[in-house]
């Protein structure tokens, strides 16, 4: 099949690697501009723009997708399907008009859960038990298309969302290429979404950083495993804040006020927290410092 993909970050890189190996025809690949980044504000090139570039696929990389450019890239591509995975760009009708098997998107989330642009996030952040991809027809509204499929997989209690990121692009790529073959020979099924069942994953911010103690040790530790590694979970102990990085849920119930430090040692930093319960903080970052675990951060720092 004649196909152009559109995505950006790494996410997106198995998928455009599994549609190759497919042995499809890339017309293209559209992809965001180049970025600064670190200190030196340096250009960055998306991963998916260095694949691309390594496969020798024409790349484009428009500004904008409504000032007409990209309009005419496709009229003159005219590819027969548009695959989108993380490109981080809203599509106008006129381009989702132009393919003759329509423009499909990869999602990483069970759809209608989780629309928007940081599903992994709040799935862990909200300690659900189970996760997914969806791959479905792109419509105007955000994330609202039909959906033609969807892979499920578990969640570990103790899973990153750098981890769960990882294995679900990797399921992605798989569900987006028998999906394909399905469109290609006409046995994909469409699926119109739940609206009553519709759940939002809006962007991150600082704002979710700060960690209350007055909150069950379970919710704590899906705070941290959910902003890492941005924004990241923050905590004050002893009058400081430290960037939160790796934590545990013990088996123990306490009696202690939230925020009481129980133990600071070797096997961790405990810390009494809602419900009785206890949260073991393993790694930590101290502003202007680097991340290091606790047995070390201890060898120069002392908790009361």
């Known amino acids: 099949m004649k196909i152009l993909f559109m995505g950006t970050p790494d996410f997106a890189v198995p998928s455009l690697r599994a549609l190759l190996q497919d042995g499809h025809e890339l017309l293209g690949v559209f992809t965001q501009p180049d970025k600064p980044k670190n200190r030196g504000m340096k250009l960055q090139a998306p991963p998916v723009k260095e694949v691309a570039l390594e496969a020798g696929i024409p790349l484009f990389q428009p500004e904008k997708m409504r000032d007409g450019t990209a309009l005419a890239i496709l009229h003159e591509l005219k590819p027969e399907l548009i695959v989108v995975a993380a490109y981080g760009r809203i599509l106008p009708r006129e381009i989702l008009d ?6 499909i998107n990869v999602h990483s989330s069970l759809l209608p859960k989780y629309r928007g642009a940081a ?6 952040l909200n300690g659900d038990a189970e996760s997914g991809v969806t791959i479905m027809h792109m419509a105007e509204a955000l994330d609202a298309g039909d959906i033609i499929s969807q892979a499920r997989t578990p969640i570990d209690p103790d899973e990153t969302v750098g981890e769960l990121h990882d294995r679900l692009a990797i399921m992605g790529a798989e569900l987006l290429v028998q999906t394909v073959q399905n469109i290609a020979c006409g046995k994909a099924k469409r699926t119109p979404q739940e ?11 600082r704002a979710l950083s700060p960690m209350q103690w007055e909150r069950p040790a379970r919710e704590l530790h899906n705070q941290v495993r959910g902003l890492t590694p941005w ?16 934590t545990a849920v013990l088996d123990r119930i306490t009696d202690a006020a939230p925020g009481t430090i129980l133990e600071a040692g070797e096997a961790g ?23 290091m675990l606790v047995s070390d951060f201890l060898r120069g720092n002392s908790l009361q």
């Open 98 to 103: 132009v393919p003759e098997y329509g423009c």
């Open 119 to 124: 599903p992994i996030h709040w799935a862990i």
């Open 195 to 205: 609206e009553a069942e519709v759940t939002l994953a809006p962007m991150l911010s």
């Open 231 to 246: 924004p990241s979970a923050t905590a004050m102990l002893a009058g400081k804040q430290y960037k939160v990085w790796k």
């Open 269 to 291: 930093i405990q810390i009494a927290c809602g419900n009785g319960t206890v949260l073991r903080i393993d790694e930590l970052q101290a502003e202007g410092k680097r991340r």
